[in-house]
């Protein structure tokens, strides 16, 4: 699936089930919250911290498609074509990071 046929499916998705986009304040809340839950499994399935019995089932997978669907709404109640835009962040970061990260010693 290319980024825009991910475009148009959740926007097929939000017109068949989901009546209209949730104002962009509220979708920037829901990507917050969506975030945090990435934050927590990788916490305690990656990090040190211990794991409650309710997170046992929390899958990584699954809360980095949460944050990427809400992505994707703000994308599209917005305008933005999510293709043309990461691209040009490809291009803007070769340009700018073409030999920073291999000259820091930290990554070597």
């Given at each position: 699936?290319?980024?825009?046929?991910?475009?148009?499916?959740?926007?097929?998705?939000?017109?068949?089930?989901?009546v209209r986009y949730f104002d962009v304040l509220t979708n920037m809340a829901v990507l917050t919250e969506e975030v945090g839950e990435v934050a927590r499994v990788i916490a305690r399935k990656y990090g040190e911290q211990s794991e409650k019995s309710e997170?046992?089932?929390?899958?990584?997978?699954?809360?980095?498609?949460?944050v990427l669907w809400v992505i994707i709404c703000l994308a599209n109640q917005t305008g933005i074509d999510l293709t043309e835009e990461f691209q040009e962040n490809i291009r803007k970061k070769t340009n700018r990071d073409n030999a920073r990260h291999k000259s820091n010693p930290k990554l070597l």
């Open positions: 699936m290319t980024i825009k046929e991910a475009q148009e499916q959740v926007d097929n998705w939000i017109k068949i089930y989901g997170d046992k089932n929390n899958e990584l997978g699954e809360e980095l498609a949460d």
